[in-house]
């Protein structure tokens, strides 16, 4: 027996194409795969966000307690009559070399000394200055005349007495974070492309490979081919016995199992594992297709019949039928019992016949007495 591969054993069904398994599982993993390298670069565009955050916040943090543990920044604000004059400028200073958005710097009565705005020195913050007055340390994203900015607010204490006389408020505008956080999107970009690109090539590698062994059927073809077979294999009275080139069972009907009695779980195990006779395991293994071969099992007595598969000139196992001899010889008996009654039909029509010819030929002489 030899099939071609890319043959169906059953047809394909016309009026309607369908889509081969192959490609319904491509266009399944394409999809999947690129919902998921989507949702990873989400995630990892957020996550770099955080820390270019985090990277800004203690950036700010930093600078502000610098400029705070400056001995300049407390003795203007103890023993100079205007602060701002000396802050101002010093301000603008570390303004321009860190790249922050301001450095400002408020007295203990919540007066700013100094500000990127000149028109601004003088003036109380729009936001509380009570809690860093206190001591406290802050960080975070607010919105001030600046617009939405990440700031840090350290105290600056007097190192006489060590109370607490001002504060350093730094900050950067939330546009300039966002703006780096986006520095890393070409990247993420780049990433996701080649991890789809070598998704994209695995799942078309495979699903050729799935193709070579489904021999490009459509899931609708693979089910209709395994309920015939499940159908006609179940049917035939006689035994049938598959098996693969390493000659363990892959199929075996309902006669077949009665037949051999074998297992529940015959399935993918060889004949000498199921602990057949040898001489059925070598009509499993070796027998010929050219004629039946006879096998004792047991009480009964097996015609057995074995044809090789090849797919592509390539051996993948065999066929193999099973028949109980037990019926063929009462089939035999039947027939010679048939064969005997019609002949004694046809004597004692013959004999019938002669009598009506001989009673014919003596009317036609007279002789009715």
């Not at 955080?50 to 023993?79: F, G, I, K």
């Not at 059925?280 to 090789?308: K, M, N, T, W, Y």
């Not at 037990?326 to 004999?351: M, P, W």
């Amino acid at each position: 027996m030899t099939v071609k591969e890319g043959s169906t054993a059953g047809g394909r069904r016309s009026g309607r194409r369908v889509a081969p398994l192959t490609r319904e599982l491509f266009l399944s993993v394409t999809v999947l795969l690129t919902f998921a390298v989507l949702i990873v670069s989400a995630f990892w565009a957020v996550a770099q966000y955080r820390d270019v955050r985090d990277h800004y916040e203690h950036r700010a943090l930093a600078v502000a307690e610098s400029v705070a543990a400056m001995p300049t920044v407390a003795e203007a604000l103890t023993q100079e009559p205007d602060p701002s004059e000396v802050l101002a400028p010093l301000a603008e200073t570390l303004r321009t070399a860190s790249g922050t958005e301001y450095v400002v710097v408020v007295d203990a009565e919540g007066i700013r000394q100094s500000h990127p705005d000149p028109s601004a020195i003088g003036q109380r913050p729009v936001l509380d200055p009570a809690p860093v007055l206190e001591g406290e340390t802050w960080t975070g994203v607010e919105h001030g005349p600046a617009g939405m900015t990440l700031r840090a607010r350290v105290p600056v204490t007097d190192p006489q007495t060590e109370e607490v006389i001002g504060y350093v408020s730094v900050g950067f505008l939330a546009s300039q974070v966002a703006g780096a956080s986006w520095e890393a999107v070409p990247l993420i970009f780049a990433s996701a492309l080649c991890v789809l690109g070598v998704g994209v090539l695995g799942a078309l590698v495979i699903s050729r490979r799935i193709r070579r062994k489904t021999h490009g059927l459509a899931p609708e073809e693979i089910t209709a081919l395994l309920d015939a077979r499940e159908a006609v294999f179940h049917a035939i009275g006689e035994g049938v016995v598959a098996t693969d080139g390493a000659g363990r069972l892959t199929l075996a009907n309902r006669a077949a199992q009665r037949l051999l009695d074998l297992p529940a779980d015959h399935l993918q195990r060889t004949a000498a594992e199921l602990d057949l006779p040898p001489s059925l395991q070598r009509v499993l293994v070796e027998g010929s297709a050219e004629h039946d071969e006879v096998v004792s099992f047991g009480s009964r007595v097996l015609i057995c019949r074995r044809r090789p598969v090849r797919i592509d000139d390539r051996q993948s196992g065999s066929v193999v039928t099973v028949r109980d001899q037990t019926e063929v010889a009462q089939l035999s008996r039947r027939l010679d019992g048939a064969h005997t009654v019609t002949q004694g039909l046809r004597a004692q029509r013959h004999e019938f016949a002669n009598r009506l010819h001989t009673l014919s030929g003596m009317l036609d002489l007279g002789a009715v007495d």
